[in-house]
């Protein structure tokens, strides 16, 4: 840790920063740049109050992934937000990654813990109790559970009903982010179903201004979740 508090290297971050890190959780999307540079639209985002950051760019190679990578890591460690690579393990061990967020698989969890270490953050998908329950046993420091509603990003994403999503909440003792369709309407609807936040792609970076659509974001997702 540097003397400020500011998390330095991977490890830094305890189960509790993590659960915190899920109230609002930006997944990158290079579609939305328009020009800008994406550790620029990391670093508005950060400003506006999120609280945990994934580079998810499926169309990128390792190397590239690595090259976006550090150039974020800094921006991210600077606010102490937790930054984690979306599937690509060897890119987060080559990159310095804080960890990576990792599909529903009966190894992907156990191999990206035995590639990274035990003090990284491994994320898993989840969409039913029992995929979150051996996420939990595998070892998955968090879960991404959805689609909650159809999203253009994922198009092929089996949507969870809420009743779901609240029985996963309720069955798993690590935390959980709801995922898909999440927006500045949506956030309400995740009121009592025990979720710790909102992962949320377009609706920050498709934003004009990412930094005051991630501050209403925040505001509203501290009002639908912020009192767990």
Request: hydrophobic residues 45%; aromatic residues 4%.
């Amino acid at each position: 840790m540097s003397g400020a508090g500011v998390p330095t290297a991977r490890g830094s971050f305890s189960p509790e920063a993590i659960r915190r890190g899920m109230l609002l959780y930006a997944v990158t999307d290079r579609a939305w740049l328009d020009g800008r540079t994406l550790a620029g639209c990391v670093r508005e985002a950060i400003a506006g109050g999120a609280t945990f950051v994934q580079l998810r760019e499926k169309d990128l190679t390792t190397e590239e992934i690595v090259a976006e990578a550090a150039e974020i890591i800094p921006v991210c460690r600077a606010a102490g937000v937790p930054f984690v690579i979306d599937d690509d393990v060897e890119a987060a061990r080559r990159s310095g990654a804080d960890g990576v967020h990792v599909g529903q698989s009966d190894t992907a969890c156990a191999e990206a813990r035995s590639v990274l270490g035990p003090e990284a953050i491994v994320g898993v998908s989840a969409q039913t109790v029992e995929e979150a329950l051996a996420a939990q046993a595998a070892g998955a420091d968090y879960l991404g559970v959805g689609a909650m509603y159809g999203t253009p990003t994922k198009p092929d994403a089996v949507d969870v009903t809420f009743e779901e999503l609240a029985r996963i909440c309720a069955a798993v003792d690590i935390p959980v982010a709801a995922i898909g369709g999440i927006n500045a309407r949506t956030m309400g609807s995740l009121a009592g179903t025990g979720v710790d936040g909102a992962a949320v792609v377009s609706a920050i970076f498709a934003a004009e201004d990412i930094e005051a659509a991630t501050r209403e974001l925040r505001r509203l997702a501290e009002a639908a979740v912020g009192s767990r």
